[in-house]
């Protein structure tokens, strides 16, 4: 299955800033997503990053709070923009894999962002 | 929209006990079903992928049955060990290619 390499692993963020967690994978994926995790809860999809167009945000999601890019098949950065700590969350990749593993998901390491 | 739901919420057992997590999910039309486990503050591994048209997969001392009519899972750990000590999910794939996770279950395996 694919290997995904997450960056920053952890931040810590001053309420108004801006972050950017990038997203490698070591082999080309057609499906990419971004997930939230928030404390003590499950994992939320906040959109799905497409190839050469902008992302499909879910309900509650909006581009200009999150914009995404996806410049090739293997990679895919998420940024959150103007933190509160109402952000403080672990956010996650995860891509789609092909016929040789099933059409499963895998996911990247997090990054636990904590906004101050 | 497909509600998924786990139960328990928690599970401490003493090592060496069989577990049993439990996932339904409402809607049946899915594309297929996926477990991982959480350590803490860590990103999600794959433990299990069953595909609609399975009944079962098997990994070493894992099993994981689906039941789509009836929309449910379970998943099943042999002999535990403390090192199984995480958070399960149970993620139900749509047939738009999203998945849905359940809150989960945490385990704790006592030594």
């Known amino acids: 299955s694919a290997v995904i390499s997450q960056k920053p692993s952890r931040d810590i963020c001053q309420r108004g800033t801006s972050l950017t967690i990038q997203c490698q994978v070591d082999?080309?994926?057609?499906?990419m997503f971004w997930y939230r995790q928030q404390p003590g809860q499950s994992l939320t999809l906040i959109a799905t990053a497409n190839q050469g167009s902008e992302a499909t945000y879910e309900s509650g999601f909006v581009i200009d709070k999150f914009p995404i890019s996806r410049p090739n098949l293997t990679f895919s950065t998420l940024t959150v923009s103007n933190m509160s700590p109402e952000d403080s969350s672990i956010y996650l990749c995860?891509?789609?894999?092909?016929?040789?593993?099933?059409?499963?998901?895998?996911f990247g390491s997090g990054t636990r962002l904590t906004v101050v | 929209k497909q509600e998924v739901t786990q139960i328990p919420a928690a599970l401490s057992v003493p090592e060496g006990e069989n577990l049993v997590l439990n996932c339904s999910f409402t809607?049946?039309?899915?594309?297929?079903l996926q477990w991982f486990r959480q350590d803490p503050g860590k990103g999600l591994t794959s433990l299990l992928l069953i595909q609609s048209s399975q009944r079962e997969q098997t990994s070493g001392r894992l099993n994981a049955s689906l039941d789509k009519s009836s929309g449910r899972s379970t998943l099943y750990i042999a002999a535990s060990q403390p090192g199984d000590s995480a958070t399960y999910l149970c993620?139900?794939?749509?047939?738009?290619?999203?998945?849905?996770f359940g809150a989960g279950t945490t385990v704790t395996v006592r030594a």
């Open positions: 082999s080309q994926v057609t499906m």
């Open positions: 993620a139900v794939v749509t047939n738009d290619y999203k998945l849905s």
């Open positions: 809607d049946s039309a899915i594309y297929n």
């Open positions: 995860s891509v789609r894999g092909g016929a040789g593993d099933n059409y499963g998901y895998t």
